[in-house]
Protein backbone atom coordinates (compact mmCIF):
# COMPACT_ATOMS: atom_id res chain seq x y z
CA UNK A 1 0.00 0.00 0.00
CA UNK A 2 1.08 3.58 -0.69
CA UNK A 3 -0.75 4.74 2.62
CA UNK A 4 -1.77 8.38 2.57
CA UNK A 5 -0.24 10.56 -0.98
CA UNK A 6 -0.53 14.40 -1.43
CA UNK A 7 0.31 16.33 -4.17
CA UNK A 8 2.24 18.73 -4.78
CA UNK A 9 5.14 18.48 -2.33
CA UNK A 10 5.85 22.13 -2.58
CA UNK A 11 3.35 25.14 -4.30
CA UNK A 12 4.72 29.10 -4.76
CA UNK A 13 0.97 31.11 -5.11
CA UNK A 14 0.65 34.37 -5.75
CA UNK A 15 -2.05 36.88 -3.90
CA UNK A 16 -5.48 35.64 -5.05
CA UNK A 17 -4.39 33.00 -7.08
CA UNK A 18 -6.42 29.39 -6.66
CA UNK A 19 -4.87 25.45 -6.39
CA UNK A 20 -6.23 22.35 -5.24
CA UNK A 21 -3.81 20.11 -2.90
CA UNK A 22 -4.85 16.44 -3.99
CA UNK A 23 -4.67 13.72 -1.09
CA UNK A 24 -5.39 10.05 -2.44
CA UNK A 25 -5.57 6.82 0.09
CA UNK A 26 -5.20 3.21 -0.91
CA UNK A 27 -6.11 1.57 2.82
CA UNK A 28 -10.29 2.15 2.17
CA UNK A 29 -10.44 4.49 5.51
CA UNK A 30 -13.85 6.09 5.64
CA UNK A 31 -12.52 9.29 8.04
CA UNK A 32 -10.46 11.73 6.04
CA UNK A 33 -8.68 15.06 7.35
CA UNK A 34 -6.64 18.03 6.13
CA UNK A 35 -4.41 20.11 8.33
CA UNK A 36 -2.47 23.14 8.43
CA UNK A 37 0.38 22.86 10.37
CA UNK A 38 2.42 26.93 11.19
CA UNK A 39 5.62 27.04 12.52
CA UNK A 40 5.75 26.49 16.55
CA UNK A 41 2.05 25.53 16.26
CA UNK A 42 -0.01 22.68 16.63
CA UNK A 43 -1.66 21.01 13.75
CA UNK A 44 -4.78 22.68 13.17
CA UNK A 45 -7.76 20.63 11.54
CA UNK A 46 -9.24 22.63 8.55
CA UNK A 47 -12.32 19.62 7.01
CA UNK A 48 -13.02 15.86 7.45
CA UNK A 49 -14.96 13.53 5.91
CA UNK A 50 -16.71 10.80 7.12
CA UNK A 51 -17.41 9.07 3.75
CA UNK A 52 -17.61 9.64 0.30
CA UNK A 53 -20.30 12.65 -0.12
CA UNK A 54 -20.27 13.87 3.66
CA UNK A 55 -17.33 16.85 4.75
CA UNK A 56 -17.58 18.95 7.58
CA UNK A 57 -15.37 22.14 8.65
CA UNK A 58 -12.91 21.94 11.14
CA UNK A 59 -11.66 24.94 13.55
CA UNK A 60 -9.76 26.78 10.87
CA UNK A 61 -12.03 26.58 7.42
CA UNK A 62 -12.65 29.57 6.49
CA UNK A 63 -10.70 30.42 2.63
CA UNK A 64 -10.74 26.63 1.86
CA UNK A 65 -13.15 24.23 -0.01
CA UNK A 66 -13.27 20.41 0.05
CA UNK A 67 -15.25 17.31 -1.75
CA UNK A 68 -15.30 14.06 -1.28
CA UNK A 69 -16.35 11.83 -4.94
CA UNK A 70 -14.81 8.90 -3.75
CA UNK A 71 -13.56 6.80 -0.72
CA UNK A 72 -9.91 7.96 -1.77
CA UNK A 73 -9.48 11.35 -2.81
CA UNK A 74 -9.94 14.09 -0.26
CA UNK A 75 -8.95 17.20 -2.25
CA UNK A 76 -8.14 20.63 -0.73
CA UNK A 77 -9.67 23.72 -2.62
CA UNK A 78 -8.11 27.06 -1.97
CA UNK A 79 -10.11 29.75 -4.01
CA UNK A 80 -8.43 33.42 -3.31
CA UNK A 81 -4.79 32.76 -1.63
CA UNK A 82 -4.18 34.83 1.02
CA UNK A 83 -0.17 35.18 2.76
CA UNK A 84 -2.36 33.60 5.62
CA UNK A 85 -2.97 30.31 4.23
CA UNK A 86 1.28 30.03 4.09
CA UNK A 87 1.61 26.95 5.88
CA UNK A 88 2.35 23.15 5.37
CA UNK A 89 -0.73 21.09 4.66
CA UNK A 90 -1.28 17.49 6.01
CA UNK A 91 -3.63 15.01 4.75
CA UNK A 92 -4.32 12.20 6.92
CA UNK A 93 -7.03 9.16 7.11
CA UNK A 94 -8.18 6.59 9.60
CA UNK A 95 -10.46 3.15 9.47
CA UNK A 96 -13.04 5.19 11.88
CA UNK A 97 -13.46 8.74 14.00
CA UNK A 98 -11.15 9.88 15.94
CA UNK A 99 -12.13 7.58 18.87
CA UNK A 100 -8.49 6.82 19.34
CA UNK A 101 -9.00 3.29 18.57
CA UNK A 102 -8.17 3.15 15.01
CA UNK A 103 -4.59 4.95 14.24
CA UNK A 104 -4.54 7.90 11.82
CA UNK A 105 -2.35 7.75 8.92
CA UNK A 106 -0.45 11.36 8.21
CA UNK A 107 0.62 12.17 4.03
CA UNK A 108 3.79 13.52 3.78
CA UNK A 109 2.44 17.31 3.73
CA UNK A 110 2.60 19.98 0.99
CA UNK A 111 4.38 22.90 1.94
CA UNK A 112 2.57 26.28 0.39
CA UNK A 113 4.00 29.42 0.27
CA UNK A 114 1.66 33.05 -0.39
CA UNK A 115 3.43 35.82 -1.37
CA UNK B 1 -10.28 25.91 27.43
CA UNK B 2 -9.13 22.77 25.93
CA UNK B 3 -5.23 22.78 25.54
CA UNK B 4 -2.34 20.75 25.61
CA UNK B 5 0.83 21.81 26.36
CA UNK B 6 4.30 20.12 25.86
CA UNK B 7 7.91 20.95 27.53
CA UNK B 8 10.24 21.09 26.79
CA UNK B 9 10.22 23.14 23.68
CA UNK B 10 12.81 21.82 22.64
CA UNK B 11 15.74 19.65 23.65
CA UNK B 12 19.52 18.62 22.92
CA UNK B 13 20.74 15.08 24.53
CA UNK B 14 24.14 12.63 23.39
CA UNK B 15 23.41 9.82 21.77
CA UNK B 16 22.67 6.81 24.45
CA UNK B 17 21.16 9.23 27.02
CA UNK B 18 17.92 8.55 27.99
CA UNK B 19 15.28 11.35 28.07
CA UNK B 20 11.66 12.39 29.11
CA UNK B 21 9.26 14.53 27.09
CA UNK B 22 6.22 15.30 28.99
CA UNK B 23 2.84 16.78 28.03
CA UNK B 24 0.16 18.48 30.18
CA UNK B 25 -3.24 18.80 29.20
CA UNK B 26 -6.44 20.83 29.84
CA UNK B 27 -9.01 18.62 27.66
CA UNK B 28 -12.09 17.55 29.35
CA UNK B 29 -13.64 14.88 28.90
CA UNK B 30 -11.08 12.95 27.52
CA UNK B 31 -11.09 9.83 25.36
CA UNK B 32 -7.99 8.92 24.25
CA UNK B 33 -4.01 10.28 23.79
CA UNK B 34 -1.69 9.35 21.63
CA UNK B 35 2.12 10.36 20.97
CA UNK B 36 3.52 11.26 17.63
CA UNK B 37 7.08 11.44 15.94
CA UNK B 38 7.14 13.68 13.32
CA UNK B 39 10.40 14.10 11.46
CA UNK B 40 11.73 17.03 9.38
CA UNK B 41 9.60 17.18 6.28
CA UNK B 42 7.23 14.32 7.21
CA UNK B 43 4.36 13.79 8.44
CA UNK B 44 3.32 12.54 11.98
CA UNK B 45 3.64 8.58 12.78
CA UNK B 46 1.88 7.10 16.01
CA UNK B 47 4.10 6.17 18.50
CA UNK B 48 1.44 4.90 21.18
CA UNK B 49 -2.07 5.40 21.82
CA UNK B 50 -3.53 5.47 24.98
CA UNK B 51 -7.27 5.17 26.63
CA UNK B 52 -8.76 6.68 29.95
CA UNK B 53 -7.97 3.24 31.60
CA UNK B 54 -4.27 2.88 30.49
CA UNK B 55 -1.48 4.43 32.40
CA UNK B 56 1.57 3.27 30.56
CA UNK B 57 2.32 2.12 26.72
CA UNK B 58 5.68 0.70 25.04
CA UNK B 59 6.47 0.98 21.70
CA UNK B 60 10.05 0.05 21.14
CA UNK B 61 12.49 1.97 22.92
CA UNK B 62 9.74 4.38 23.82
CA UNK B 63 7.42 4.20 26.28
CA UNK B 64 4.53 6.79 27.55
CA UNK B 65 2.91 7.24 30.64
CA UNK B 66 -0.35 8.61 31.40
CA UNK B 67 -2.30 10.07 34.58
CA UNK B 68 -5.64 10.99 33.93
CA UNK B 69 -5.83 12.00 37.24
CA UNK B 70 -3.73 14.84 36.73
CA UNK B 71 -3.78 15.32 33.00
CA UNK B 72 -0.47 14.03 32.49
CA UNK B 73 1.49 12.56 29.94
CA UNK B 74 5.24 11.50 29.64
CA UNK B 75 6.84 10.14 26.60
CA UNK B 76 10.12 8.53 27.63
CA UNK B 77 13.45 7.51 25.24
CA UNK B 78 15.58 4.92 26.01
CA UNK B 79 19.46 4.83 24.98
CA UNK B 80 18.66 7.47 22.26
CA UNK B 81 19.74 6.68 18.78
CA UNK B 82 20.56 10.12 15.93
CA UNK B 83 17.25 9.05 14.41
CA UNK B 84 15.50 9.73 17.08
CA UNK B 85 16.04 13.39 15.64
CA UNK B 86 12.67 14.29 15.55
CA UNK B 87 9.58 16.70 16.75
CA UNK B 88 7.29 14.86 19.20
CA UNK B 89 3.96 15.63 19.47
CA UNK B 90 1.16 14.81 22.10
CA UNK B 91 -2.52 14.62 20.67
CA UNK B 92 -5.26 14.67 23.11
CA UNK B 93 -9.12 13.93 21.48
CA UNK B 94 -11.93 14.68 23.51
CA UNK B 95 -15.75 13.23 23.10
CA UNK B 96 -18.12 15.53 23.04
CA UNK B 97 -21.89 15.97 21.75
CA UNK B 98 -20.70 16.17 18.38
CA UNK B 99 -18.20 13.69 18.26
CA UNK B 100 -14.94 13.68 19.12
CA UNK B 101 -12.39 16.43 18.63
CA UNK B 102 -8.58 16.32 18.52
CA UNK B 103 -6.03 19.19 19.73
CA UNK B 104 -2.94 18.99 19.04
CA UNK B 105 -0.01 20.09 21.21
CA UNK B 106 3.26 22.17 19.30
CA UNK B 107 5.66 19.24 19.48
CA UNK B 108 9.21 19.22 21.35
CA UNK B 109 12.18 19.00 19.17
CA UNK B 110 14.54 16.47 20.11
CA UNK B 111 17.70 16.79 18.88
CA UNK B 112 20.39 13.41 19.32
CA UNK B 113 24.25 14.45 18.77
CA UNK B 114 26.95 11.97 18.32
Known amino acids: NAGVTQTPKFRILKIGQSMTLQCAQD?????MYWYRQDPGMGLKLIYY???????DKGEVPNGYNVSRSTTEDFPLRLELAAPSQTSVYFC??????????????FGPGTRLTVT | KNQVEQSPQSLIILEGKNCTLQ??????????LRWYKQDTGRGPVSLTI?????NTKSNGRYTATLDADTKQSSLHITASQLSDSASYIC?????????????FGAGTRLFVKA
Open chain 2, 50 to 54: MTFSE
Open chain 1, 27 to 31: MNHNY
Open chain 2, 91 to 103: VVTLRNTGGFKTI
Open chain 1, 92 to 105: ASTRAGESGVHEQY
Open chain 2, 23 to 32: CNYTVSPFSN
Open chain 1, 49 to 55: SVGAGIT
